[in-house]
């Protein structure tokens, strides 16, 4: 499985940004794809995620009612509308796969292929 991330860019505090994920290939055992973001100095952290075959949806506090994720299974392709942009939503998001039960999505150890990553800046 290989994923390419894309979207991320430049943007004022307030604004709204569209990052995509292409998956390869999904496989069957494919449970759910999430979204990570790292910030310079900072770990990886967990902030969106989404079941491959329901639909089913999960939001870090931080970005709740912000940010939504979603899917299109014909194009394998996971997005994240982030909207209301902050500075502290500055980071290189990641977007990954995981065939491990919905129970652990939030863990970044628990899934199996990652994109290369896109920056989001954000200016305040």
């Known amino acids: 499985v290989q994923l390419q991330a894309s979207g991320g860019g430049l943007v004022q505090a307030g604004a709204s940004l569209r990052l995509s994920c292409a998956a390869s290939?999904?496989?069957?055992?494919?449970?759910?794809m999430g979204w990570f973001r790292q910030a310079p100095g900072k770990e990886r952290v967990f902030v969106a995620a989404i079941t491959w075959r329901d639909g089913s949806t999960h939001y870090s506090d931080s970005v709740k009612g912000r940010f939504t994720i979603s899917r299109d299974g014909a194009k394998e392709t996971v997005y994240l509308q982030m909207t209301n942009l902050k500075a502290e939503d500055t980071a290189v998001y990641y977007c990954a796969v995981t065939k491990a039960p919905w129970r652990y999505v939030r863990i970044s150890s628990r899934y199996d292929y990652w994109g290369q990553g896109t920056h989001v800046t954000v200016s305040s």
């Open positions: 290939v999904l496989t069957t055992s494919t449970n759910a």
